[in-house]
């Protein structure tokens, strides 16, 4: 007897609530998408006319779409580089062998538990212009009382702090792994070699995490994306004037709020092509450049 | 400076930066926790009060029964039970399948499957909301569970810890009569505890933190989820005004059940966050 189990159509009847699942929510969503795309809603969506491309070529020509895209860039820019500078430099610290050391570590994660929109909510309070903590702070000891609420810049600086924060812990449990993994002997031999610590680790130890590296910023970039969205509901709405409309909170009030659908159809594409884009650069990438055990 | 000095200092200072570290990590959650227990008066007192308030039943009670945070807990509570369970049971059966049966267009299969984590729902929220609005499930759990319950990641894992068991083990299961769901269930489960753990914890605190689609599928508190909540706490107060203590209490009452499987179940986490870098 195999280890396989007779039978052509008890796996089809195993794999059938899966597809029911995926065919219905997810692959026939996605063929509506692209249709939708093709067409205009008039009078707030009661009618649909075909357009073929046309919603995309205002994609590429709307400046306020352009805006979104460039915000959206710049958001995912910051809160990757900061975010994964910040928690990579918390792993190393997290990694040293001192007492407390598992204290140390729980303290530093638990934030991941964290929903965005908690997270959005608590530092709306923490920024509040009249009560909020940070700027007693900051009126105490620089004498400046910003107002981050309706300044266009600040506002977009007050969510990618929330953004970032709200990210450390997921990071940190990624880099503390990875560096718990590389090998003591290769760094004790770059020691002996005479390599002093900051060269351990921008020689040795940062390209031994490189695929970690690479995971991380594909995550990090899904999450500026994607999962900011109740961040931004919760503490700005995407305003002031538009100052925190992401990519994805375009869609959802050019969707839900404008009904712009057939416009807000080709948005979902171009994320889609986002996304794609990214996690093939990943596979790509991560796999050229980085260090394997096992090899 | 002797090398026993220098490495004292370097602990030291290690130790420091650590320290700073934690406390910058928690101090949002500290002043939060501070205000949820302040009045209305003392959060608007200048300059704030860095100590426990008298309000703190008040600001709790309020969020739980006056922004019906309770009712929105159990919704929360209930969605990510079901969602999670539904995801481990689905994707156990497509893992079976895909491992201990041969059947034609195998490879493509695994791949469909695997091509979802390519399409996040944002990706295809317009037509989903037009989807389940037309087919009657407008502000029901159908509509907050079901287009969540295939998982490409689950089928994924327990694809790879089943062909991780030895081949013997179906054998010998075979060879005593065993069918296949049987063997599923009294051999493979119990065999792949620790996977279907850690997959359990991820997606629970997955399906806890969902916002968007319940914000748009869900209209009315009494089926709302707790995170939805957010929102409407720190936009208005029972006067008007948003009351942050309120709304602090609120977002503390929303954060305890992930909070608590964190601390509970750090093993299966880290067991799962190792898995999901795998894929």
Redesign the interface.
Known sequence: ?????P??L???L??L??FV??G???????Y??I??SLYKSLFMGLRQIYVGIENYIELFTSPAYRQSLVRSFSFAGLVVLFSMTISFL?AI??N?K?RFARF?R???I?????????????????F?PS?G?LN?LLE?TIGIRPDWISNSTLAFAMVVIAAV?KQ??YNI??FL?ALQNVPGDIVEAAHIDGANAFQRYWKVIIPLLSP?GF?LLTMNL?YAF?DT??LV??MTRGGPVDATNTL?YN??RD??QYSR?GF??AQ??M??VI??VV?IVQLKLGNRTVYYQNE | MGYKTKKKLLTGLTHILLIICVIAVASPMIWAIIASTQSPGEIYSYPPKFSLGSSAKRNFGMAWNYFDIGIMMRNSLLIAVIVTAGKILISLLGALALVYFRFPLQPFVFFIILLTLMIPIPVIIVPLFRFVSDIGWGNSYWALTLPFFASATGTYLFRQHFMSIPGTIAEAARVDGAGPLRFLFQILVPMSLNTIGAFCVIQFVYMWNQYLWPLLVISGRRRQVVQVAMRQITTVGPDGLIDWGIAMAGSLIALIPPLIIFFLLQEQFMRGFALSQEK
Do not use: C, E, H, R
């Not at chain 1, 638990?110 to 923490?126: D, E, H, N, T």
């Open positions: 007897m195999g280890t396989k189990f039978g052509k008890y796996p089809l195993l794999l609530p899966t699942v995926i219905l929510f997810i692959y026939y969503p996605m509506q998408t249709n939708m918390m610290l997290a040293q001192v140390y729980t303290a530093l638990w934030p991941y538990a964290l929903s965005p929109a908690v997270a959005g909510s608590i530092f709306l309070f923490i509040n009560v903590v007693y105490s924060w450390l812990g449990v990624f792994a970690t995971f899904i994607f969205f109740g509901d919760v994805i869609l959802y969707a839900f659908t807000a159809a979902s594409i994320l889609f996304v794609t996690m």
